[in-house]
């Protein structure tokens, strides 16, 4: 957003805490929140002011997610769902 509007981010803490329950109760597999949770990794533990996920790195991972889902194993419905989940928090 900038300088007088700052990016509402989902910090580590809260991924780890409370998006990962999310994720589950929304019918991922353990397996692929863990994968998920993985490819977040990067964005989540950025130094300083860019530590954690903002709108447009989630609308990265999500088209990430889209393009490369034969690859990853994640269905349609999931990436839904993982879109779904992340509408509240960035």
């Known amino acids: ?41 990067a964005a989540l533990y950025e130094q300083g002011s860019h530590r954690g996920i903002d709108r447009r790195e989630k609308e990265q991972l999500i088209h990430m997610l889209r393009e490369r889902r034969f690859q990853n194993g994640f269905t349609e419905k999931d990436i839904d769902r993982i879109e779904k989940a992340f509408e509240n928090e960035v």
């Open 1 to 41: 957003m900038g300088i007088f509007f700052p990016s509402k981010r989902l910090m580590p803490s809260e991924f780890e805490n409370r998006f990962r329950s999310r994720l589950a109760s929304a019918g991922l597999s353990s397996r692929k929140v863990d994968q998920f949770s993985d490819m977040a990794n």
